[in-house]
């Protein structure tokens, strides 16, 4: 059988987190959850575990330091691979994934390495969302697409399905990102592979209770780094190219120029 692990970050979401379970394994009984706890202030962390206590289907791991989104993920996967579980999900705590879908997701992680829910290829839905939010979001996919070359038209969502073979391919220890960029970094690294990226269609509902996480310096950081990382890209092809034009056989110059003399007859 393919073990599958969902993670789930979290941060101050007791409100949400038996909900979230709940929906998951109604969905999905056989898969394992893992609840990635940042030292919540408001029990989440006490209310996993009592959870995991009653549920052997559901793991916690505790992290002491709130250090992002990235880091929180990055430990996780490194738990999922060597606990050794085949697919490992991302998933927020929130309600905003709908786990109903989930099904859907894992059923193309058989051809792919990487499947995507997308909120933005067609019959992919957002609820809940101001026109502020959809411009950004929006926006923000186009500018990482063209600055980093990449076909992917959701590629800051977070409802993602890897297999075991995209983690192990894809250099964890080289991912510095912490906010939502490290949604970016991964399908971009996970393209440099040579990895099978997919995009599924999602419905995406914003949060009815608790805090989002968003924040300016989330934006900020995603906009310095996909900067970053496009100048490098150009700046790579063109030593490329630079490299190809040396590689290429030099043509002999002569000051003799050849002029058509009178017709022989």
């Known amino acids: 059988m393919v073990r599958t692990v969902v993670v789930i970050?979290?941060?101050?979401?007791?409100d949400n987190?038996?909900?979230?379970?709940?929906?998951?394994?109604?969905?999905?009984?056989?898969?394992?959850?893992?609840?990635?706890?940042?030292?919540?202030?408001?029990?989440?962390?006490?209310?996993?575990?009592?959870?995991?206590?009653?549920?052997?289907?559901?793991?916690?791991?505790?992290?002491?330091?709130?250090?992002g989104l990235g880091k929180a993920y990055i430990d996780a996967f490194r738990w999922a691979l060597d606990a050794g579980y085949d697919r490992v999900v991302e998933?927020?705590?929130?309600?905003?994934?709908?786990?109903?879908?989930?099904?859907?997701?894992?059923?193309?992680?058989?051809d792919d390495d990487l499947?995507?829910?997308?909120?933005?290829?067609?019959?992919?839905?957002?609820?809940?969302?101001p026109l502020s939010r959809r411009l950004l979001s929006r926006g923000g996919n186009l500018y990482a697409r063209l600055a980093l070359g990449i076909n992917v038209r959701d590629a800051t969502g977070g409802y993602r399905v890897f297999t075991r073979r995209a983690l192990e391919r894809i250099d964890l220890d080289g991912v510095a990102s912490h906010g939502y960029c490290f949604q970016i970094d991964l399908v971009w690294r996970a393209l440099q592979a040579g990895l099978g990226v997919v995009e599924h269609p999602i419905t995406f509902t914003e949060r009815v209770r608790g805090e989002s996480k968003m924040d300016r310096s989330i934006v900020t950081e995603s906009l310095t780094r996909v900067t970053g990382w496009g100048l490098r890209r150009r700046l790579h092809a063109v030593r490329e190219l630079i490299a190809h034009h040396r590689r290429l056989p030099s043509v002999r110059a002569t000051s003799h120029i050849a002029v058509p003399g009178p017709a022989v007859r």
Request: charged share 25%; proline share 8%.
């Open 91 to 110: 998933m927020d705590a929130d309600g905003s994934h709908h786990p109903e879908q989930l099904p859907a997701l894992l059923a193309l992680a058989g």
């Open 9 to 14: 970050p979290t941060y101050n979401e007791a």
């Open 17 to 67: 987190l038996p909900q979230i379970l709940d929906r998951l394994h109604t969905a999905v009984p056989d898969v394992h959850a893992l609840i990635v706890d940042d030292g919540s202030p408001d029990g989440t962390g006490e209310l996993a575990d009592a959870r995991a206590a009653s549920d052997d289907r559901v793991h916690v791991l505790h992290r002491t330091v709130k250090e």
């Open 115 to 129: 499947v995507l829910g997308s909120r933005w290829v067609p019959g992919g839905r957002i609820e809940n969302w």
